[in-house]
């Protein structure tokens, strides 16, 4: 199981990763890692509210939360810095195979991935895209795709073990 300060959960954050990271594809897997500096929308804080004469602020509940419906990209954007810990997240899609299939695969992943995590720079984004054979694919085989993956994108990996 990964932490949860380890998981990537929200689709922002998978959509940059995607677009503005590097990707290395194997036979069953591609794997997308945007690192710390690299570019991301992030570096920006979340900017204050300023309204000009006669525009309306956004009203806030006692919670702090904007009862409008629109936020500002600049405030959804994820902040990227080196202290962060690295994240990871996984797309494994219906293509790969029914529900239990794909859990499966996850699974494998995930307990992969944790074992890859302290290798990687603080901050690193990391998503990890099953294709339709990792169904057929063993942990053995899954981790060295991973491993050729980070290869390719000349990550350090640190797995305990090979699986």
């Known amino acids: ?18 677009r503005r990271g590097r990707r290395s594809g194997r036979s069953r897997l591609v794997v997308h890692v945007l690192l710390p500096g690299s570019g991301g929308a992030g570096a920006a804080a979340p900017r204050a509210d300023v309204s000009g ?12 939360h904007r009862t409008d419906d629109e936020a500002s990209p600049i405030e959804t954007a994820p902040t990227r810095e080196r202290g962060e810990p690295t994240r990871v997240g996984f797309v494994v899609s219906k293509a790969v195979g029914n529900a239990v ?6 699974r494998r992943l995930r307990h992969l991935m944790r074992d890859r995590l302290a ?11 099953a294709l339709p054979p ?30």
């Open 1 to 18: 199981m990964l932490p949860a300060a380890a998981r990537l959960t929200r689709s922002q954050d998978f959509s940059l990763v995607v």
């Open 53 to 64: 004469p006669g525009e309306a602020t956004p009203r806030r509940t006692s919670g702090g």
């Open 101 to 106: 299939v794909r859990h499966r695969v996850a």
């Open 119 to 129: 290798g990687l720079p603080p901050g690193t984004l990391v998503v990890v895209r």
């Open 134 to 163: 990792a169904a057929r694919a063993n942990s053995r085989e899954l981790g060295k795709d991973l491993d050729a993956a980070f290869r390719k994108l000349q990550l350090p990996t640190s797995a305990a073990g090979s699986h």
